[in-house]
């Protein structure tokens, strides 16, 4: 158990909807990480916050925006969805910067 | 061309063998660099985490770096059925505004048979 904690596990939505995927860093973890992980692209980066602030900025498309709380948890929302955006979506948490990210279950989400 | 080149395999070895797992870049701005090993349906959970170049050994497993060849190892020694996993490789590289991010490599399927 990485202590990252990802909610929810599965979700079936159709083309057009859009859906939240929230995630609990580990305990004392600033940083939350979200990528998106498909058969044929592997592990891509979204976003990365840091305390609350956006540090960094991936392949995260237009359609999707993510924010972190005050609490640390972060939730990453997807919206129109197209049948592409099917495939697991992780968020990660780290300590620092140091690039050790501890990866929660992932949210497998299914756009029909 | 890809940040970071990965063979997919899949790679089978039978029980006890020694598993060697590579991955090159061309982004000499990678400064980290990790393993990290993800079981069917889970998140990948970091094994092996580096900076320089040479060796780093960690039980059953050694990392190598080599920055000059922009190439890195995994070896697994005395490989065991609860090594079949993928294996991905990453890199980290430092943004401007003090954020980073890892690039993955695509993963390398391994089983371990019996």
């Known amino acids: 158990d990485s202590g990252v904690t990802q909610t929810p596990k599965h979700l079936i939505t159709a083309t057009g909807q859009r859906v939240t995927l929230r995630c609990s860093p580990r305990?004392?973890?600033?940083?939350v990480y979200w990528y998106q992980q498909s058969l044929d692209q592997g592990l891509q980066f979204l976003i990365q916050y840091y305390n609350g602030e956006e540090r960094a900025k991936g392949n995260i498309l237009e359609r999707f925006s993510a924010q972190q709380f005050p609490d640390l948890h972060s939730e990453l929302n997807l919206s129109s969805l197209e049948l592409g955006d099917s495939a697991l979506y992780f968020c990660a948490s780290s300590r620092s910067g140091s690039g050790e990210l501890f990866f929660g279950e992932g949210s497998r989400l299914t756009v029909l | 061309q890809k940040e970071v080149e990965q063979d997919p395999g899949p790679l089978s070895v039978p029980e006890g063998a020694i598993v060697s797992l590579n991955c090159t870049y061309s982004?000499?701005?990678?400064?980290?660099f990790m393993w990290y090993r993800q079981y069917s349906r889970k998140g990948p959970e970091l094994l092996m985490y580096?900076?320089?170049?040479g060796n780093k050994e960690d039980g059953r497993f050694t990392a190598q770096v080599d920055k000059s060849s922009k190439y890195i190892s995994l070896f697994i020694r005395d490989s065991q059925p609860s090594d079949s996993a993928t294996y991905l490789c990453?890199?980290?590289?430092?943004?401007?505004?003090?954020?980073?991010?890892?690039?993955f490599g695509t993963g390398t399927q391994l089983k371990v048979e019996l």
């Open positions: 305990s004392g973890d600033l940083s």
């Open positions: 982004n000499s701005a990678f400064q980290y």
């Open positions: 580096t900076y320089s170049s």
């Open positions: 990453a890199m980290k590289v430092a943004l401007t505004g003090g954020g980073n991010k890892l690039t």
